[in-house]
């Protein structure tokens, strides 16, 4: 089985996808981490953000092993990455990692912006899981003091306003939901009450019924 969950920054794609993956026993790939490798080994060698050479040279060589993935998640770092993943180039070149990865036997979880579009279109299902700007700010800003690099909340939610628009805006697989992809709005779920519901929209299909 094939579960893709896409949606913007902070909305709880990320965990979620997690918690599917062990749920059902799946490996998970967060696609995130990808370009957020390419922004970092930008900003490390001191390449200007919109040079789409070197992008595209660093996407064909990354090795996500080498990374502490912890140093990836800086919003420095998230900024860079939505950068440079509006080069053709790089998107190109992490394409068939991407694809490999959600075609393994037995199936995968992957969590990303367009794994239900792009990456895996004839996925089993996919999630588009959403939450209002300040919610996800609000998550964001607690998740940044707790991995002592705090910032204020309007710095925050300008971020997450700024990304929101690039990734939807790009002429790149931009991020928008799958044409059979299920909404999910977490705007009022904690993390637990999310994953119930996503669970019963994958178990949905296999039980007959229709999607919620
Ligand atoms: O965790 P958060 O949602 O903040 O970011 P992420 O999922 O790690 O993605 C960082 C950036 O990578 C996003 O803002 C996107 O621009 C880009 N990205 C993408 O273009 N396609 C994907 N499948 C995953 C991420």
Redesign the pocket.
Known sequence: MIITV??????G??TLAKRLAKHYGLPHL???????GV?YLMLQGNHALDDAAAAARIARALDLSKFDHET??TDAV??A???V??IPGV?AALLKL?QDFARQPGGAV??????GTV?APDADVKLFVTASPEERARR?HIELAARKTPAEYCEVIADIKK?DE??SG?SI?P?KPASDAVLLDTTQLDIEAAFRAAVAIVEAPRAGRTRP
């Open positions: 896409d949606g913007p920054a902070a909305s794609k990320g967060d696609t995130g981490l990808l370009y957020r922004g990836l998640r998230g900024e990455a939505s950068l993943a509006a998107r991407q992957l969590d990303g912006r367009d794994t990456i964001r990304r690039r990734d790009r697989a991020l």
